[in-house]
Nanobody, 117 residues
Framework: QVQLVESGGGLVQAGGSLRLSCITS????????MGWYRQAPGNQRELVAK???????DYADSVKGRFTISRDNGKKMVYLQMNRLKPEDTAVYYC???????????WGQGTQVTVSS
């Protein structure tokens, strides 16, 4: 059973930084596109950033220039470095593994990020 576990969330002041990590277990391969999503109270879950196995990256406009997604295929991990955090970045952040060839998507349980003004 594929499992994703996020870590690294917390409380930080505006302008600060956090680094989120997501480790994948229960699979022998790590070829899927991986992504970070977030959901603030009352809002829909939205894409923050995603990275393909070959390193192609997409960012939400709201985080471009502040956040950096990366992956370590050997460790089956994906990271999200978040700099110059803003109060509007406050949300639960989720790691997602996209299904391949009709396979299902997997989500982590989420990690809370709170940015105080």
């Amino acid at each position: 059973q594929v499992q994703l576990v996020e870590s690294g969330g917390g409380l930080v002041q505006a302008g600060g930084s956090l680094r989120l990590s997501c480790i994948t277990s229960g699979t022998t391969t790590f070829l899927n596109t991986m992504g970070w999503y977030r959901q603030a109270p009352g809002n829909q879950r939205e894409l923050v950033a995603k990275i393909t196995n070959s390193g192609n990256i997409d960012y939400a406009d709201s985080v471009k220039g502040r956040f950096t997604i990366s992956r370590d295929n050997g460790k089956k991990m994906v990271y999200l470095q978040m700099n110059r955090l803003k109060p509007e970045d406050t949300a639960v952040y989720y790691c997602k593994r996209d299904g391949r060839f009709g396979g299902i998507d997997y989500w982590g349980q989420g990690t809370q990020v709170t940015v105080s003004s």
